[in-house]
């Protein structure tokens, strides 16, 4: 049995989780080592997150209320195509296009498309974005410059009208999914384990939505209990809920298996990286101390890829 497996098996046992997902976690850990090698891959400086509405959203969704957006560079008009020449200028490799939902759940970047095509022709910038929930005619716009589809998929509808206050469904992500893949934007699918008050409730079908699409990478999000929303005082996901979902991404995927930089911070976030880590992530945007040591403790070859987002290729 090699080095690592022991090693893995040993911090698995040590670890105060049910004996069955054990088992799934040394599964998904020798899965990962037959994809991936004992590389894992480090991203401290993902791209620079440009709110295309500035702070405004129709939706108030009750995780979030804005809260993010105001963390956002301001991209409405007149205002994106200095930020990304200017990040271009310091050396970035690429932006993220983000932003506030419009009443029908997509986020509007097609709404600056010209300035979004200039960029793209003006500078070497990777563009990813955001999208929501799109349609055929918005995906046909954004394939015109979008290099990645970064989608939270949502596979339960009480979900949707209760967190987001949307009236869509899960088959509106799935088709969104279908059209973007249809107008060949690459899909890294986004899991947000959690969203419904910190409970499992859809993120399996969400992940079976994901399979019939071919994604590049499949990226974990873990709820944040965000101050100022009404969710302020919800509880994260347990990290065995996160595990849960984890394991059964790797048991699906053969692609990379990314933990995202959306997570809680503190002693969870320690906690969930150790834990992410020996489940089958071979990805983690944003890695705390934790994550390091963990990698090493298991022998793994830490790479460390400057200025990217974990949802592309290395």
């Known amino acids: 049995m090699p080095l690592d497996i022991c090693y893995a098996q040993k911090m698995i046992d040590s ?11 040394l599964k998904a850990f020798e899965r990962r080592l037959e994809l991936s090698g004992n590389n894992i891959h480090f991203f401290n400086e993902p ?47 690429g932006i993220l296009l983000s932003g506030g939902s419009a009443p029908d759940g997509s986020v ?6 010209d300035i979004i095509k200039k960029i793209k022709l003006d500078t070497n910038l990777k563009i990813s974005a955001h999208t929501g929930i799109v349609n055929r005619m918005q995906t046909q716009v954004l394939s015109q410059y979008l290099d990645m589809a970064l989608v939270d998929v949502i596979g339960d509808d009480e979900t949707i009208h209760d967190i987001l206050g949307l009236d869509a ?23 947000i384990v959690g969203l419904h008050y910190g409970d499992l409730k859809g993120e399996f079908r969400a992940l079976e939505m994901v399979r019939k699409f071919d994604p590049q990478v499949v990226v974990i999000v873990v709820f944040i209990p965000t101050k ?23 048991e699906m995927f053969d692609v990379p298996l990314s933990l995202s930089c959306v997570r809680p ?7 969930l990286d150790r834990y992410a880590i020996l489940s089958g992530i071979d990805r983690i945007a944003v890695p705390s101390k934790s994550a390091y040591s963990s990698a090493l403790e298991l022998g793994l070859n830490v790479v460390e890829i400057p200025k990217m987002c974990c949802s592309y290729g290395v």
């Open 15 to 25: 670890l105060e989780i049910d004996p069955i997902m054990k088992a799934s976690m």
């Open 47 to 93: 791209f620079a997150p440009i709110s295309l509405t500035g702070t405004q959203c129709s939706l108030q969704c009750k995780h979030c209320n804005s809260y993010y957006l105001n963390h956002m560079k301001d991209g409405s008009p007149g205002k994106l195509y200095s930020h990304a020449i200017h990040l271009a200028s310091v050396g970035a490799n």
């Open 108 to 113: 509007p970047t097609y709404d600056q498309a």
């Open 169 to 191: 469904s899960a088959m509106d992500y799935e088709n969104s999914l279908k059209e973007l893949s249809a107008a060949g934007i690459p899909l890294a699918p986004h899991i």
């Open 228 to 250: 100022g929303t009404s969710m302020e005082g919800t509880v994260p996901p347990k990290l065995e809920d996160v595990v849960k979902v984890i394991t059964k991404a790797r």
């Open 265 to 271: 911070g503190g002693r969870y976030r320690s906690m």
